[in-house]
């Protein structure tokens, strides 16, 4: 058992800049896989993820140069670092943990087993 729970989210006028922290509890070998994603109204989308094995980076297109994703291994924390913020990144923003290393391969992959409740982010013009 994985369990995430995340904060940092508020509202921020556009251009501005957030951190949001997910706190991990449970055993490494089932989280190998963290990432965070973003629920619209009627879709999802994963914004970054890391391999916590060797620290592994993905950053999606659409944040690439606003958006930083980094792992503190010593305090149990995946953080997403965003800047330069934007109405359209408006959400509800999950971490996510699973035990595939795969998982993080494939970027396409909606599916992790473990999900915190969210925290939302909404920007202002």
């Known amino acids: 058992q994985v369990d995430l729970v995340e904060s940092g989210g508020g509202s921020v006028l556009a251009g501005g800049s957030l951190r949001l922290s997910c706190i991990v509890a449970?055993?490494?070998?089932?989280?190998?896989?963290m990432a965070w994603f973003r629920q619209f109204l009627m879709s999802r989308e994963r914004v970054a993820s890391i391999?916590?094995?060797?620290?592994?980076?993905y950053v999606a297109d659409s944040v690439k140069g606003r958006f930083t994703v980094s792992l503190d291994n010593a305090k149990n924390t995946v953080f997403l670092d965003m800047n330069s913020l934007k109405p359209e990144d408006t959400a509800k923003y999950y971490c996510?943990?699973?035990?595939?290393?795969?998982?993080?391969?494939?970027?396409?992959?909606?599916?992790?087993?473990?999900w915190g409740q969210g925290t939302q982010v909404t920007v202002s013009s």
């Open positions: 996510a943990a699973d035990p595939a290393e795969r998982t993080c391969l494939d970027v396409w992959r909606l599916a992790f087993d473990y």
């Open positions: 449970g055993p490494m070998n089932r989280r190998a896989c």
């Open positions: 391999t916590a094995t060797n620290g592994s980076i």
